[in-house]
């Protein structure tokens, strides 16, 4: 009877002890609430912490691309006064050489007339006329020179208005550029507040989950 007895004993001891282990390993199996919240806290400061930096790390890089786009404006802009200058002392040299080629036709109007006057009162070999020719002849070759100077003025002229009406649409692509990067950058700024707040939301939650509270 005693034998039985104990042997009784021994297999509730064992029971028991299987029952106590297996609640124990339950327990470290499954997290409480209170652990879940926490594990969930710091997966999500993990998180925002990611979306910071990368958020950081956009903005920088729309700041570098608006500093960019700054500089690029800034020379295009050089450029584009440097051309309407050249514009404009295209057309002053235009219209000097249109004034110096019409004083020239106007001497060689009146050189050829004075050739019939004196071909007719002195002869066509007299020293007047060979001077009036000489006359004729050189007014001549400064008409040609200015009309040349006149195109090449036209031709410089025009390779301006080119050069500063590209530089123009360079100054307006420009302008959308940091306008876009701008707007990038502050859409980014927007979204470092925003992970900063849930940041710290993460992180008061964090404290109040540890607490138990």
Do not use: C, W
């Not at 800034?74 to 002392?89: F, G, L, P, T």
């Amino acid at each position: 009877m005693k034998a039985e007895l104990i042997v009784r004993r021994g297999v509730f001891a064992v029971v028991f002890a299987g029952l106590l282990a297996g609640s124990v390993y339950a327990q470290s199996q499954d997290p409480t609430p209170q652990q879940q919240d926490i594990r969930n806290d710091k997966k999500d400061f993990r998180i925002d912490k990611k979306d910071l930096a990368k958020d950081r790390a956009d903005r920088n890089a729309d700041q570098r691309d608006i500093n960019h786009d700054k500089r690029d404006l800034s020379k295009d802009r050089a450029d584009r006064n440097a051309d309407q200058r050249d514009i404009n002392h295209d057309r002053t040299d235009l219209n000097k050489d249109r004034v110096d080629r019409n004083k020239d036709q106007r001497g060689i109007n009146h050189d050829k007339a004075q050739l019939v006057r004196d071909d007719k009162k002195y002869g066509v070999n007299s020293v007047q006329a060979q001077a009036d020719r000489q006359d004729l002849h050189a007014d001549r070759v400064d008409r040609n020179k200015d009309q040349r100077d006149i195109s090449h003025d036209r031709a410089d002229l025009n390779k301006d208005r080119v050069d500063r009406n590209a530089d123009q649409r360079d100054i307006n692509h420009d302008k959308k550029d940091l306008s876009k990067d701008r707007k990038d950058r502050n859409q980014d700024q927007k979204d470092i507040n925003k992970d900063k707040k849930d940041l710290h939301k993460d992180r008061k939650d964090l404290r109040h989950d540890k607490r138990g509270h």
